[in-house]
């Protein structure tokens, strides 16, 4: 089968499923579970790893997979006062998925074009402690106001630091 017959037989079911959810016969978080998993099966269909474009398919399926799985945990009625934290926890996993199922294998590539999933999966996780400490100890805030600070400045010396190293 051609790349192009499997582009068109998977935008007609994604066409199918986006019908059926205007219908209203998928209900909307069934239906950001479809869309997850299309997407990370075009991934899959596309060849995976054996193309670094096919990426393009796994981090929209592994980031609407976190938003689906937040979603329904939060819908369930005993974990309705479920903190925002745990929405940026499940986004910094599907960045860390991406990494460890792709960009980890391409040996080839530099450090940035292979670690840079890391990033923004360390950011979200920063994000995630950062507001569950914060709804814990909310006499502590004037602390993180700093904390974030003397962070930005540690990341920028570590770069200057490396681009130093590397001439």
Do not use: C
Not at 67 to 87: K, N, V
């Amino acid at each position: 089968m051609s790349k192009s017959f499997k582009v068109g037989v998977l935008l007609i079911i994604a066409g199918v499923f986006l019908l059926l959810s205007q219908l209203g016969v998928i209900p909307g978080q069934v239906f950001l579970f479809l869309l997850a998993l299309g997407f990370i099966a075009t991934y899959v269909l596309l060849g995976a790893r054996k193309e670094y474009g096919n990426i393009g398919f796994l981090i929209p399926g592994t980031v609407l997979l976190s938003i689906a799985t937040f979603s329904a945990i939060q819908s369930h009625p005993r974990y309705e006062d479920l903190s925002p934290a745990f929405f940026f926890l499940g986004l910094s996993l599907g960045f860390l998925v991406v990494f460890l199922v792709h960009t980890y294998w391409f040996k080839s590539m530099d450090h940035g074009e292979r670690f840079w999933p890391v990033y923004p999966a360390a950011g979200l996780l920063l994000l995630f402690v950062i507001i569950g400490f914060s709804e814990q100890w909310t006499e502590h805030l004037n602390l993180l106001n700093y904390v974030w600070i003397i962070a930005l400045i540690a990341i920028g010396g570590w770069l200057v630091y490396t681009g130093i190293k590397r001439k």
